[in-house]
């Protein structure tokens, strides 16, 4: 009940503070600044919504955010992350959904909580019943001083990426993964009944995670004779033929390339088809 009350409080003279700062024409900017980041993964999307409180010659960790306790990770309302599709959160499940993000800060080390009240003011309403994932990271010492407090994704590959948090000299890397090759997978095998065929960037995603070259090629000979005029298409049937073992093929299909981007002007393709002819030199 005194948890309660003291929140209310806050909330009630942030409100009248606001009011009447409104009522007097007075614009001024929060102390912590707001931020909201969005950043694709897999086949969904995250975003964090959080504020950023400054240093300001303050000791944070240990003194002015305590020790072994629960931290709203970061200023004003708790901090929100939304996942669209089901992740791995250092290795363990999560739905997609929005969550609250608090963290209890540790001198050697941390724990990270996903809680279903993702919109309350600070910490001061948290319950532990309402944790959906907890997971202990390890924090790193950062060698230049974070004024701001900040959130951000780092490492970010198709299934596996960072969230990372860094302020004063503490940083928190945590580990995301997602699965989604049966998904992929599913998706090609359908598309592929379909009357415009993804020949190509199925021929791309088979090269990039190990799956039947030999299908990866008839797809991008596929889309090599609907497009005959594309660099990039003999670009990719180049970079397949070479990791089959096929250098021939590929230093043909790169010179094509680098005529056809040359013919078009298009830089890039002349450069990436020059690089591949040169490793398939080698």
């Known amino acids: 009940m005194k948890t309660t009350l003291k929140t209310l409080m806050i909330l009630a003279l942030a409100v009248s503070l606001n009011t009447e700062l409104q009522a007097q024409g007075i614009k001024i900017p929060q102390a912590s600044s707001a931020q909201t980041i969005?950043?694709?993964?897999?086949?969904?999307?995250?975003?964090?919504?959080?504020s950023r409180p400054n240093l300001k010659g303050r000791?944070?960790?240990?003194v002015m955010?305590?020790?072994?306790?629960?931290?709203r990770t970061g200023a004003?309302?708790?901090?929100?992350?939304?996942f669209s599709e089901p992740v791995k959160i250092g290795g363990q499940q999560l739905a997609a959904g929005t969550y609250g993000l608090f963290t209890i800060p540790g001198k050697t080390e941390w724990t990270v909580i996903f809680n279903k009240d993702s919109k309350q003011w600070g910490a001061y309403e948290y319950k532990e019943a309402e944790d959906v994932l907890r997971i202990k990271v390890k924090p790193v010492k950062l060698k230049e001083k974070v004024e701001t407090f900040s959130i951000q994704f780092a490492n970010v590959y198709p299934t596996t990426a960072q969230l990372q948090l860094s302020w004063e000299n503490t940083g928190l890397n945590i580990d995301l993964s997602?699965?989604?090759d049966a998904q992929v997978m599913a998706s090609i095998e359908e598309a592929m009944k379909g009357e415009k065929k993804p020949y190509l960037a199925a021929a791309q995603y088979y090269y990039e995670n190990g799956k039947d070259l030999k299908k990866a090629l008839e797809w991008a000979n596929a889309a090599e004779a609907a497009d005959s005029k594309a660099p990039w298409v003999r670009l990719w049937k180049g970079r397949i033929q070479l990791k089959m073992g096929d250098k021939a093929g590929a230093i043909a299909s790169a010179e094509a390339g680098i005529k056809l981007a040359t013919e078009a002007k298009v830089d890039e393709y002349v450069r990436l088809n020059s690089a591949l002819l040169a490793e398939a030199k080698k």
Not at 59 to 62: E, P, Y
Not at 65 to 71: L, S
Not at 76 to 82: D, E, G, H, L, Q
């Open 65 to 71: 955010e305590p020790f072994d306790k629960v931290w």
């Open 76 to 82: 004003n309302s708790a901090t929100a992350i939304t």
């Open 59 to 62: 000791k944070v960790f240990g």
């Open 38 to 50: 969005t950043q694709s993964f897999g086949l969904g999307t995250i975003k964090v919504s959080y």
């Open 178 to 180: 997602t699965e989604i």
